[in-house]
């Protein structure tokens, strides 16, 4: 069989990931891998047809089309989203039409269902079979028990594509919205008081919603709002993953970005963010702008601010992507709110954006910013555990930032209940201690709360 591995990492064979899949080729020799680094070689593909016809032709030779990706920023690199914008714009569905479809990253876990359920989309719409992904933790090529899960995987895998199993396809085309939005004469007024606006956004006059969402939002408020497009911050080039920025913060690129970051986004008090949609997410701009605020390491970069998403594109349809802006939005503790295209009016629209327009301000001058989800509490605890633990010499900044800010919040270090619980747990050796305690579990759980709902 002839495997395709398409791979997501911008270090090319470099790459964690391809360590994986260098595994694979050991363990099944008589199995055939043909690599196209296509992240790291993302410049040559969009320039160069004949490249890029000759990658559809390896795909088009494949039995299976496995797509090795690592984790960047909730999703795949911005690298290897824009080879998958290309496929579209170029019309080359076609040569993955009909393949069965894999998927294998490597990561720390933060996110990996939403990378894969993208990529499950993607090879949907793609019109390929999909079997599955598996998602190894960086380190788990080291441990024999998860080398033999990846052999399973990988046997299960190549056994399906030989017996062509039927595959259902899981998500549904996506319809795009139909309005054409033309925002109304009546310029809403939102006070925005002492508040710095920022709208931020791609536009490259290919969505005329998105055009005309930015033109909106921007008149909503009575003050000064700065639209800051992304096409003209002095970006060098993408996230490399070189980790460089994990010392003190520094990234290796002396572009713009930083600067544009730290002086104009992390000062503003509510921003919106006006996207639209390419095929299962954002552009691979956006994608640019999330991958290189990596250099902020793990530490929270726009925390507690406003955010707005204006989407234009059926962002109700993507559910990979609403969890991505979500999760992105309570990691950094920020108030998300949502507005997008799928309209029935474009007087319904305006009501929509002059709405979060309003909601933004009052959230801003309330200093609301909502209580952590899953995603911030269970991102909280893996990042607290590696950057304490393995990645701890590398992720120097991260590291002093957590100890400063006392983030490193381990369970043992709760003397209080970890003597409560001592005590406890001896007590409810005794059946009678153990009657009262789980007798009445209801009263004992809420019996803290007395002293908070006192009167006076
Ligand atoms: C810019 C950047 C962003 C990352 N974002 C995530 C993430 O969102 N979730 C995660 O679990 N790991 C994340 N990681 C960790 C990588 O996924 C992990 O190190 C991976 O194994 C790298 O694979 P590679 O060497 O094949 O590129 C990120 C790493 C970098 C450099």
Redesign the pocket.
């Known amino acids: 069989m002839k495997i395709v591995v398409l791979n997501g990492?911008p270090?090319g064979d470099l790459?964690?990931?391809?360590q994986y899949v260098a595994y694979l080729k050991k363990k099944f020799p008589e199995h055939t891998f043909e690599t196209v680094n296509v992240a790291h070689e993302i410049k040559k593909i969009g320039k160069d047809s004949v490249y890029f016809a000759a990658i559809l032709d390896r795909v088009r030779s494949a039995d299976l089309v496995l797509w090795a990706f690592?984790?960047?920023?909730?999703l795949v690199p911005c690298q290897y989203k824009r080879f998958i914008e290309l496929v579209f714009e170029r019309g080359a569905q076609g040569a993955f039409a009909g393949k069965y479809a894999a998927a294998l990253s490597?990561?720390?876990?933060?996110?990996?269902m939403i990378a894969h359920n993208y990529i499950h989309a993607v090879s949907d719409d793609l019109g390929m079979k999909y079997l599955g992904a598996y998602s190894a933790e960086?380190d788990d090529l080291l441990d024999k028990g998860e080398r033999e899960r990846l052999e399973t995987f990988a046997s299960l895998t190549f056994a399906a594509v030989e017996k062509k199993i039927p595959v259902q396809r899981e998500t549904a085309p996506l319809v795009p919205p139909s309005l054409a939005y033309v925002p109304g004469k009546g310029q809403a007024s939102v006070q925005s008081g002492a508040n710095k606006i920022v709208i931020l956004t791609d536009d490259d006059g290919s969505s005329k919603n998105l055009t005309a969402m930015v033109a909106r939002i921007t008149t909503a408020f009575s003050g000064k709002a700065e639209v800051i497009n992304l096409h003209n911050i002095d970006i060098k080039g993408p996230?490399l993953?070189c980790?460089r920025c994990a010392y003190d913060n520094t990234c290796v690129y002396t572009d713009g970005y930083v600067d544009f970051y730290r002086n104009r986004l992390a000062t503003a008090d509510i921003l919106v963010f006006a996207g639209a949609v390419h095929d299962r997410y954002l552009s691979s701009t956006w994608k640019l702008f999330f991958?290189r605020s990596?250099f902020k390491g793990h530490t929270p970069g726009l925390g507690g601010k406003q955010i707005g998403f204006a989407i234009a594109g059926p962002l109700h349809q993507i559910p990979c992507l609403k969890e991505a802006l979500v999760m992105w939005a309570d990691s950094g503790r920020c108030n998300a709110l949502f507005v997008t295209d799928e309209a029935a009016t474009s007087g319904e629209l305006d009501a929509l954006l002059d709405t979060m327009a309003g909601k933004l301000v009052q959230g801003a001058e309330a200093g609301y910013t909502p209580p952590h989800l899953f995603y911030a509490v269970g991102g909280h605890k893996i990042f607290r555990d590696n950057i304490y633990g393995g990645m701890r010499f590398v992720f120097q900044a991260d590291y002093r930032y957590y100890h400063e800010h006392k983030m490193f919040d381990f369970p043992q270090a709760d003397l209080k209940t970890r003597l409560m619980n001592a005590v406890m747990m001896l007590l409810t050796k005794s059946k009678a201690v153990r009657e009262k305690v789980y007798g009445d579990t209801k009263h004992h759980m809420i019996a803290p709360f007395a002293p908070v709902l006192k009167d006076g």
Not at 15 to 18: I, Y
Not at 106 to 112: L, R, W
Request: with cysteine.
């Open positions: 990492s270090k790459s964690v990931t391809m690592p984790l960047y920023v909730l490597t990561s720390i876990h933060y996110a990996d960086m996230c993953g980790c991958d990596f």
